[in-house]
């Protein structure tokens, strides 16, 4: 009978951790999907050697850049400032990927916070 209490043991702690690793793999999965969609409808800007990469985008209401800090050593923050639309992403680490949805209509210029040349011009339609 002693032999059967760490495998009851074990058997418990598996159920206690396997929800959460499900939930954590399914989360990936999520993400890994949506960066798929984002990237195939070229909606995608890199941010690298201090420039954005394209340069200029056009997009509909309610769509999603990504705005990828493919610098190795650099810090990047992505901010837009106009009355009618707003965003700022706060110190993006090297290899991190924000998400930004621009819900209005207008032409918008995204600028970085430490880079000053660094600018985009987004074209929402």
């Known amino acids: 009978m002693a032999s059967a209490a760490p495998s009851l043991t074990v058997s418990l702690r598996w159920k206690s951790v396997l929800?959460?690793?499900?939930?954590?793999?399914?989360g990936m999965i999520c993400g890994l999907i949506l960066i798929g969609d984002l990237e195939a409808s070229g909606l995608l800007v890199s941010q690298k050697g201090r420039?954005?990469?394209?340069?200029?985008?056009?997009?509909?209401?309610?769509?999603?850049?990504?705005f990828?800090?493919?610098?190795?050593?650099?810090?990047?923050?992505?901010f837009v400032e106009s009355d009618t639309f707003s965003f700022d992403s706060g110190d993006q680490e090297p290899g991190?990927?924000?998400p930004v949805t621009f819900t209005e209509k207008g032409t918008f210029q995204v600028l970085c916070?430490?880079?000053p040349k660094m600018k985009l011009v987004v074209r929402v339609n």
Request: hydrophobic share 45%; glycine share 8%.
């Open 19 to 26: 929800p959460a690793a499900l939930a954590m793999a399914l």
């Open 51 to 66: 420039a954005f990469q394209p340069g200029n985008i056009s997009l509909s209401r309610g769509e999603t850049v990504m």
């Open 68 to 78: 990828v800090n493919d610098d190795s050593d650099l810090l990047h923050h992505v």
């Open 96 to 98: 991190s990927r924000t």
């Open 113 to 115: 916070g430490i880079h």
